[in-house]
């Protein structure tokens, strides 16, 4: 179990209160997923995390790789033609799993591997910030 | 002309030239960059959960900061302009954000998203204006084929971010030609060179990166040109090394003739 929100349907709450996504307006075009930059990395496609949240198959969701290739790049975002933000649900699945302590997808440890002379300050708290809390 | 400026912890570091030849282009155009005391880290990236608080806070005090000094807020780094903007347009439009932030912050006024947030390539537009600094250019770039690349986070989300159009957009073209120099228009100058995704998995950077470049030769260009650190990183160290990377800064300083001042 990768959250404690008590069941399935409080987490799907949960998720639809912190993306602000009302998963109801997507109309299914698929745009999300056609523009995607991960989209051959991810197990669930963007599209499909929109009918995963509709289902509270959250578990799925919180134990997909999804949830560590997306890039923040916004294009999902950007280019739905309903507004319906795949991108911020996404994010909100991969809050309700790295609040909870221990499920962090990057560790302070494994830094010193993964950097070399000319990495960015950037690319460190971009990356802490996204993948653990 | 005097701005608030917000440096962010990659111009302190590993992106020092960024920095230092945006203050020494602005001295050459007239207009002065005052640094924010004590600024802190943006975080690198947004927190789009609508329940984050705490960490858009070294965001607001920024901005409050320079809404104290009655000053524009300036951004040369991509992602610190993003964080900020963001962070700002929730304090003006998310009233559930903005009263909870100022109860941690407690601030002798609330802040309320009054700082206009700029980054250094729009007060170039919109402040200074490409035909006059055309007309400060000592040094035109004249022969070079430069393609813009402006990838994430300049441009997305349009509504919010509103720098220029987020599919079509025109800013840094314009400012190649205003520093004599021929831009290339390519198909993947607004998509994502991979950002944080390089720590861990390589081989995606890679994929976007070769594409990138890939994209810009083939419509003939000799070199990019980018206002991030973590996009110039990806696309040296990930790219196939098809183009060399600039950041935008530097082709400026060295079409003002200020180029050599910075101590390097």
């Known amino acids: 179990m990768a ?16 993306s602000g996504v009302n998963p109801l307006k997507c109309m299914k075009c698929g745009k999300c997923s056609a523009t995607c930059p991960a989209f051959n990395e991810m197990d669930i496609k963007p599209h499909q995390f929109v009918t995963y949240v509709q289902n509270g198959d959250i578990d799925a969701l919180a134990q997909s790789k999804s949830l560590w290739k997306c890039l923040s790049c916004f ?27 221990g499920q962090n997808y990057l560790e302070a440890d494994e830094i010193p591997e993964l950097i070399d002379e000319e990495t960015p300050q950037q690319l460190l708290v971009s990356a802490f910030r996204r993948y653990r809390r | 002309m005097k701005y608030s400026y917000y440096p962010g912890c990659t111009l302190k570091n590993k992106a020092k030239d960024l920095d230092e030849y945006a203050r020494a282009s602005a001295k050459a155009l007239g207009f002065e960059m005052e640094e924010i005391k004590d600024w802190q880290c943006c975080g690198g990236v947004y927190p789009l959960g609508s329940d984050e608080i705490a960490t858009k806070l070294s965001s607001v005090r920024a901005l409050n900061d320079a809404k104290e000094k009655g000053q524009d807020l300036i951004t040369v780094c991509s992602a610190c302009h993003h964080v900020l903007k963001r962070v700002n347009d929730d304090m003006k439009n998310v009233e559930d954000i903005c009263t909870r932030a100022n109860n941690y912050l407690k601030l002798d006024a609330p802040y309320e998203g ?71 228009i390519y ?3 607004n998509e994502c060179c ?20 890939d994209s810009a030769k083939g419509f003939e260009a000799d070199m990019l040109i980018t206002a991030c650190p973590l996009c110039m990183y990806n696309l040296r160290k990930n790219g196939n090394g098809a183009l060399p990377v600039y950041y935008f800064t530097e082709l400026l300083a060295e079409a003002l003739g200020v180029k050599e001042e910075v101590a390097k």
Request: charged residues 30%; proline residues 6%; hydrophobic residues 35%.
């Open chain 1, 75 to 101: 294009a999902c975002v950007e280019r739905c033609p309903r507004d319906v933000k795949p991108g911020k649900l996404i994010d909100a699945a991969r809050q309700l799993v790295v609040r909870e302590r």
């Open chain 1, 3 to 18: 959250y404690t929100y008590g069941n399935a349907q409080n987490a799907a709450e949960r998720i639809k209160e912190i």
């Open chain 2, 114 to 184: 009054e700082t206009n947030v700029l980054h250094y390539l729009e007060v170039l537009r919109d402040e200074v204006g490409f035909d006059e600094i055309k007309k400060k250019v000592v040094n035109p770039l004249k022969g070079k084929k430069i393609g813009a690349y402006y990838g994430c986070l300049l441009l997305r989300p349009g509504k919010i971010m509103a720098f220029d159009n987020p599919e079509n957009p025109t800013i840094m073209e314009e400012f190649i030609r205003a520093l004599g120099a021929e831009p290339v």
């Open chain 2, 187 to 189: 198909p993947y100058r």
């Open chain 2, 194 to 213: 991979g950002g944080y995704i390089s720590l861990k998995e390589k081989d995606m950077a890679q994929n976007m990166c070769e594409k990138i470049m």
